[in-house]
């Protein structure tokens, strides 16, 4: 689920069998985990409305492929790619299982296996804020679409930016957390031909919030929607970005 140039930390926590096996469970376990996984899974599915059914859909350090599942059980050709073989095994498992059309590929993020506009769009939830190079990573997952990126980054302006440090610390063994602004996104964006089609802002608390104290959820979905009503100022935001026409060098 990672880059092993840049952080080898995240590449040794990914492939360990016990993080494959435990991972769903710890953070989507509870009503608070299940609350964070259905809100996620709505806004890719939002994102992906004006993606072809028939054109297949990489999913860019898919880890255990709850978003390559939820996507291929609405009929979507989803091609998963990981650096993590344990997680990819998963993936194919669960996906043999049920007869779904996913295609599992080990590859590097910041070197992906994949022609120039190979496709219609390409993903990637709760990965592109591990690095702080993470505008390579935009820059990569906008090579090889031909249309359409989407991605989230953690907002520097919200709560989570604050605990994230200590949060990584506890219970991720010091992974890299990057935060960036909505303004830093955009820029990145712009930099390799990509304006934003749409946003979303999610989770006024940190996960941490709702993983432990998941009987507090329906008292943060309260909160989530009177703050949302006066300010995006949610823990993740969401970004549905598009290829901007290029423009011509001729003079009129």
């Known amino acids: 689920m990672s880059n092993g140039h840049h952080d080898k930390k995240i590449d040794a926590f990914y492939a360990q069998e016990e993080t494959v096996e435990s991972y769903d469970a710890i953070r989507f376990g509870n009503k608070g985990g299940r609350h964070v996984d259905q809100t996620e899974k709505e806004i890719l ?3 992906m409305k004006d993606h072809p059914i028939d054109l297949p859909v990489l999913e860019v350090a898919a880890g ?3 978003f ?3 996507l291929a059980r609405r009929g979507y050709k989803v091609i998963a790619m990981d650096k993590s073989r344990p997680m990819l095994r998963m993936i194919q ?6 007869g779904l059309d996913i295609t599992c590929i080990e590859g590097d993020a910041f070197s992906l296996p994949f022609e120039d506009d190979a496709f219609e769009t390409v993903y990637s939830f709760r990965f592109v804020w591990h690095f702080r190079d993470y505008p390579k990573l935009i820059s990569e997952f906008s090579r090889v679409s031909s249309n359409r990126v ?3 980054m953690m907002n520097t302006w919200s709560l989570a930016s ?3 440090p200590v949060a990584n610390h506890i219970a991720y063994r010091s992974i890299h957390t990057e935060t960036a602004s909505k303004a830093d996104v955009l820029a990145a964006m712009s930099d390799v031909n990509l304006i934003s089609k749409a946003e979303r802002s999610a989770f006024v608390f940190p996960y941490i919030f709702y993983r432990h104290l998941p009987w507090l959820t329906p008292l943060f979905v309260g909160l989530e929607k009177i703050i949302f009503s006066i300010a995006k ?4 935001n969401y970004f549905c970005a598009e290829k901007s026409p290029k423009r011509s060098s001729s003079l009129l």
């Open 45 to 47: 599915v939002d994102f």
């Open 64 to 66: 255990t492929g709850r």
């Open 68 to 70: 390559s599942l939820e």
């Open 93 to 98: 498992s669960l996906a043999d299982k049920e």
């Open 150 to 152: 989407i991605f989230d």
């Open 162 to 164: 604050l605990s994230a």
């Open 233 to 236: 100022v949610g823990s993740i």
